[in-house]
């Protein structure tokens, strides 16, 4: 059996929710602390502000680095690789990601060092058994942390369903590893990731979760106020309570299975006890991302073969702008190709041609080039593509991102 407990926050008190779910598991007592190095793992992929469900709530992060001190390991860092959409030496990289989700603050208040585990010294490993990554390149940090301590967040995810625990390990590694997962096989991927880099213990913020097809921020309506916490050492057990509430049938969740298979935990629900809240009594179903497209995408048509989450977390974003600044009748007209497909038939309008794997294509219509591309790029491309005018959907940008000036002067200089 594993176990894995479910707190629902009281009265906002976060601090409180953490202990007690960590507390309910036994979890931590069992954790070799004593001369440890310990890897706090937030998810702050990209730029969000916390209280968003994107990112870790920066009062989680803090409550976990609180009690991981008070076992008094040899050393405690908080650390992440963004993804490579925010992965830039100048501009966007996982330390403005950190800073903007205040983990860089409260890291800074309790004394604990913050690393950038993409510009970390990288380790290559082998890993037997493997079903794609059979060698690899990995956050030395990760690597040498004899605790890693997982604090993700659930979100829906265009390839995986959901991405929870197990997906969270993606940031322990660098750029070029990250897109290999994506042409592999993500699923497979990420277990044999998890294979190298397993979690010792993993806290779900499940304050806030984000459903449908999201883009790079969650609008109030992607947002699934849950109010939980939940806890437990088996990072496999783990994610399947989670599936299960937020609505999914874990047997659907195919990186679940392939780790439960792998031996790396137990998807089994009925050889997993839940303590504290009761799932049925915490289930609040999300939209899944596919569902949630059908309605974004408006008709557009999308060739791609085993485009990675870069390509198509800036496509998705665009899909919103566009919708939001009212254009959503024009999407029929809008044919997208990524990744690499083996041919494109013929097509009646200019297709967008995205990033550099789609490059052979770049002369059958207009050519976003980048890997990946820059969503505001492409979504001029769009724009020119369906002859729409660019102020009107860089107003509809600049009402969605509060941070917005600061994001397209980033994003032009990436
Ligand atoms: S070009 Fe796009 S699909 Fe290809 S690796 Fe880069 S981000 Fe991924």
């Given amino acids: 059996m594993s176990v894995v407990s479910i707190v629902r926050l009281q009265s906002r008190d976060v601090e409180a929710a953490v202990r007690k779910a960590v507390s309910l598991t036994d979890g931590f007592e069992n954790v070799a602390w004593e001369g440890a190095k310990v890897l706090i793992k937030p998810n702050t992929v990209l730029p969000a502000k916390t209280g968003t469900g994107i990112v870790t709530d920066e009062r989680v992060v803090e409550a976990v680095t609180k009690l991981v001190l008070e076992r008094h390991p040899k050393k405690v860092v908080v650390g992440e690789g963004s993804s490579v959409g925010y992965d830039f030496r100048e501009t966007w990289n996982s330390m403005h990601c950190m800073e903007i989700a205040g983990v860089t603050e409260v890291a800074k208040r309790l004394g604990v060092e913050v690393v950038d585990l993409n510009r970390d010294e990288q380790v290559e490993v082998n890993v037997p058994d493997a079903f794609v990554m059979e060698r690899f390149a990995i956050a030395k940090t990760a690597l040498e942390a004899d605790v890693i301590i997982s604090l993700p967040v659930i979100k829906t995810h265009i390839r995986t369903g959901i991405t929870c625990g197990l997906k969270n390990m993606k940031g322990v590694l660098p750029g070029n590893e990250k897109k290999r997962t994506h042409k592999l096989g993500l699923d497979r991927g990420i277990v044999d990731l998890n294979r190298v880099a397993k979690p010792t213990f993993t806290i779900v913020d499940g304050i806030v979760g984000v459903q449908g097809a999201w883009g790079s921020q969650a609008e109030a309506a992607d947002r699934v106020p849950l109010g939980l916490i939940f806890a437990g050492s088996d990072v496999v057990a783990v994610d399947a309570v989670c599936a299960a509430a937020a ?25 997993i006890e839940v303590r504290g809240e009761r799932i049925d009594d915490v289930r609040q179903p999300f939209i899944p991302f596919l569902q949630a497209a059908k309605d974004l995408y408006g008709g557009a048509k999308v060739i791609e073969k085993d485009s990675c989450t870069g390509c198509m977390g800036e496509t998705v974003s665009t899909f919103i702008y566009l919708n939001k600044a009212g254009f959503h009748e024009k999407l029929p007209d809008l044919t997208l190709i990524m990744g690499t497909p083996e041919e494109i038939p013929p097509l009646k309008e200019k297709p967008v041609v995205l990033g550099r794997c789609a490059k052979e294509y770049r002369d059958r219509g207009i050519f976003v080039p980048g890997c990946p591309p820059h969503g505001l790029k492409i979504t001029d491309a769009v724009c020119q593509a369906l002859e729409i005018d660019q102020d009107i959907v860089h107003r509809a940008i600049a009402e969605l991102h509060s941070f917005s000036a600061d994001y397209k002067e980033r994003r032009d200089v990436a």
Avoid at 251 to 264: P, S
């Fill in 247 to 271: 609505g999914f049938d874990v047997r659907e969740i195919l990186h679940v299975q392939l780790a439960a298979e792998a031996n790396l935990g137990i998807c089994d629900m009925d050889l």
